[in-house]
């Protein structure tokens, strides 16, 4: 279980630029879903429900205009970055393990 900071730019304007921390990086990959799933109220704000699939939110993600990881190297006490692939990746695994253990 990793120290997580995302670093996130969403627009080509800087000051949309924010970052959060996580103590896992599971808690930051379930963060960046929530961004998604805030971005789907705010552009549609009469529905009750959101639901989306992964390949809408790996879209998302593709079109943001920076999306990066800094995760906590627990050996060498050092932050290794990480990119978008890294990050489309480890949220299809984190669901994949989460349907296997509702099955």
């Given at each position: 279980m990793s120290h997580t900071i995302?670093?996130?730019q969403p627009t080509e304007n800087?000051?949309?630029r924010s970052?959060?921390?996580y103590e896992t990086i599971n808690d930051c990959l379930d963060g960046i879903c929530k961004v998604y799933e805030e971005f789907l109220k705010k552009k549609t704000p009469s529905r009750q429900t959101i639901t989306y699939d992964i390949?809408?939110?790996f879209d998302f993600i593709d079109d943001l205009k920076d999306l990066s990881l800094l995760v906590?190297?627990?050996?060498?006490?050092t932050y290794v970055p990480r990119n978008k692939?890294?990050?489309k990746e480890s949220i299809f695994?984190?669901?994949?393990a989460r349907l296997d253990r509702q099955n």
């Open positions: 995302l670093l996130l800087i000051e949309s970052w959060s921390d390949s809408t939110l906590l190297d627990n050996r060498s006490h692939q890294f990050v695994k984190l669901m994949q």
